[in-house]
């Protein structure tokens, strides 16, 4: 008897043909947020990026970045990761970085990035006691060892992340210490190269962590195109540049003081906030969100400084009764207009429409375009991922009001391949205003 699957019904001999198959489920469309991304100087690690999690930053900081994980010197890094569950770094001054190094007699020691950290490398070789022909190859990096290895020659010896070896032989010392490392120069250029990769990776929130006004109307230039031309929905945080005008663009207004007593600089206290951004949930607000290991404002403000730097668009820092928040989760946009009204210039709301517009970007490419049939049936399937992505939003208080029969409609577009869907939405903000009148009998 025949039989095995078909695709239309024009078998020839007698028998049962059967198709197995799955009913066409919905996607899943939603996606997390807290991917953040930094240019920064550093003193070690890879040229370009550096890619960090919050178990990497904890066990591999030293190896990555050149630090453990609770050095004070990278605390605006930390504080990033406090909040961030990914961070990108992207290393700006590793092209012209020189590495570290020291010579004997038989062989070279050089460190495997370049940067002043790698004059904190020491090594000690000596010989093995259990076994004459072996030698221990010790590595410290700033007082730890974080390598030993037992080999014969300088070939056996297996990159460690820290120090690489060349040479004809080994010879026992007792510590040397590399020196020479240097730090490379920043330019316009190495900025314009960590945006480039940046676009190639998927992030949340950049920061832009400088003072210079070149470098900031580069990175503006790079989020408005992102947004409006590419359809990758980011958001910015810069200082001082309120001017923007945009509702990708956060214009940090001041910094901090920490517990303990450290006045934080503009442009580091900017990589918590960046963290802070990229990890708020799009059913999540900012305003009066308190600031971590924060006891002051930097400069603290009046009333009447907030009041404009609000009108001006910019985030703004305060400290009261006992505690320094986030006055306003707001971005720059101060323009409006009839098809980008008030409600683009809160965070929040932002948030959520960007999160729309990303999470079904990233579905339909995966999932629909060139996988489903553009006929009623593959348009009814785009349509329930919809309904029950937008219902999960509902549920969780980001959007409100939704319904399915009349705030979505599907239907094909112009081209026998393209589907025109129209969406309506209303997103949810948080209370920031209570106006109270008290009645005394």
Same mark, same amino acid.
């Given at each position: 008897?025949?039989?095995?699957?078909?695709?239309?019904? #024009?078998?020839?001999?007698?028998?049962?043909?059967?198709?197995?198959?799955?009913?066409?489920?919905?996607?899943?469309?939603?996606?997390?947020?807290? @991917?953040?991304?930094?240019?920064?100087?550093?003193?070690?690690?890879?040229?370009?990026?550096?890619? *960090?999690?919050?178990?990497?930053?904890?066990?591999?900081?030293? $190896?990555?970045?050149?630090?453990?994980?609770?050095?004070?010197?990278?605390?605006?890094?930390?504080?990033?990761?406090?909040?961030?569950?990914?961070?990108?770094?992207?290393?700006?001054?590793?092209?012209?970085?020189?590495?570290?190094?020291?010579?004997?007699?038989?062989?070279?020691?050089?460190?495997?990035?370049?940067?002043?950290?790698?004059?904190?490398?020491?090594?000690?070789?000596?010989?093995?006691?259990?076994?004459?022909?072996?030698?221990?190859?010790?590595?410290?990096?700033?007082? +730890?060892?974080?390598?030993?290895? /037992?080999?014969?020659?300088?070939?056996?010896?297996?990159?460690?992340?820290?120090?690489?070896?060349?040479?004809?032989?080994?010879?026992?010392?007792?510590?040397?210490?590399?020196?020479?490392?240097?730090?490379?120069?920043?330019?316009?250029?190495?900025?314009?190269? $960590?945006?480039?990769?940046?676009?190639?990776?998927?992030?949340?929130?950049?920061?832009?962590?400088?003072?210079? /006004?070149?470098?900031?109307?580069?990175?503006?230039?790079?989020?408005?195109?992102?947004?409006?031309?590419?359809?990758?929905?980011?958001?910015?945080?810069?200082?001082?540049?309120?001017?923007?005008?945009?509702?990708?663009?956060?214009?940090?207004?001041?910094?901090?003081?920490?517990?303990?007593?450290?006045?934080?600089?503009?442009?580091?206290?900017?990589?918590?906030?960046?963290?802070?951004?990229?990890?708020?949930?799009?059913?999540?607000?900012?305003?009066?969100?308190?600031?971590?290991?924060?006891?002051?404002?930097?400069?603290?403000?009046?009333?009447?400084?907030?009041? /404009? $730097?609000?009108?001006?668009?910019?985030?703004?820092?305060?400290?009261?009764?006992?505690?320094?928040? @986030?006055? /306003?989760?707001? #971005?720059?946009?101060?323009?409006?207009?009839?098809?980008?009204?008030?409600?683009?210039?809160?965070?929040?709301?932002?948030?959520?429409?960007?999160?729309?517009?990303?999470?079904?970007?990233?579905?339909?490419?995966?999932?629909?375009?060139?996988?489903?049939? #553009?006929?009623?049936?593959?348009?009814?399937?785009?349509?329930? $991922?919809?309904?029950?992505?937008?219902?999960? *939003?509902?549920?969780?208080?980001?959007?409100?009001?939704?319904?399915?029969?009349?705030?979505?409609?599907?239907?094909?577009?112009?081209?026998?391949?393209?589907?025109?869907?129209?969406?309506?939405?209303?997103?949810? +903000?948080?209370?920031?205003?209570?106006?109270?009148?008290?009645?005394?009998?």
């Amino acid at each position: 008897m025949a039989g095995g699957q078909w695709t239309t019904q #024009n078998k020839v001999r007698p028998g049962v043909y059967i198709n197995t198959q799955s009913t066409p489920q919905a996607p899943n469309i939603a996606g997390d947020r807290g @991917i953040a991304a930094l240019p920064l100087p550093l003193p070690w690690g890879e040229t370009g990026m550096i890619q *960090l999690d919050q178990e990497s930053f904890q066990t591999e900081a030293l $190896a990555k970045i050149g630090f453990h994980a609770t050095d004070p010197r990278i605390q605006h890094i930390s504080a990033c990761m406090e909040h961030a569950r990914q961070l990108f770094i992207y290393r700006l001054n590793g092209e012209q970085a020189k590495k570290a190094s020291a010579a004997l007699e038989q062989f070279t020691i050089t460190a495997a990035h370049g940067g002043v950290r790698g004059n904190e490398i020491r090594v000690v070789v000596q010989e093995n006691i259990d076994d004459a022909k072996l030698f221990d190859v010790i590595t410290y990096f700033d007082y +730890d060892e974080v390598d030993r290895q /037992q080999i014969a020659s300088v070939a056996d010896f297996t990159t460690n992340g820290f120090i690489e070896l060349s040479g004809e032989g080994l010879e026992p010392t007792a510590g040397i210490n590399l020196t020479g490392g240097e730090d490379g120069e920043v330019s316009l250029g190495d900025y314009a190269k $960590a945006l480039s990769a940046f676009e190639a990776i998927s992030f949340d929130t950049l920061g832009i962590p400088t003072e210079e /006004q070149e470098i900031k109307a580069l990175a503006v230039a790079y989020v408005k195109r992102l947004r409006d031309d590419n359809g990758k929905k980011v958001a910015v945080v810069v200082t001082d540049y309120a001017n923007a005008d945009y509702e990708g663009v956060i214009s940090l207004k001041n910094s901090i003081v920490t517990e303990d007593g450290l006045e934080v600089e503009r442009r580091y206290f900017l990589c918590r906030i960046t963290g802070m951004m990229a990890s708020a949930a799009n059913n999540q607000s900012l305003t009066h969100m308190t600031i971590p290991n924060a006891v002051d404002a930097l400069p603290r403000l009046t009333h009447t400084e907030i009041e /404009q $730097a609000l009108q001006n668009g910019e985030l703004v820092i305060t400290a009261e009764d006992d505690r320094v928040f @986030i006055e /306003q989760d707001i #971005n720059t946009l101060t323009t409006f207009t009839p098809t980008k009204g008030k409600m683009f210039a809160k965070n929040r709301v932002v948030r959520v429409l960007d999160s729309i517009a990303n999470d079904t970007k990233r579905t339909f490419e995966r999932t629909f375009i060139g996988k489903v049939n #553009n006929n009623d049936d593959g348009r009814n399937l785009l349509k329930s $991922a919809l309904i029950t992505y937008l219902e999960g *939003l509902e549920g969780i208080n980001a959007i409100q009001n939704f319904d399915p029969q009349s705030d979505i409609t599907i239907h094909a577009g112009q081209d026998i391949d393209s589907v025109y869907v129209e969406l309506y939405v209303q997103p949810v +903000d948080s209370v920031e205003k209570i106006y109270l009148k008290v009645f005394a009998n």
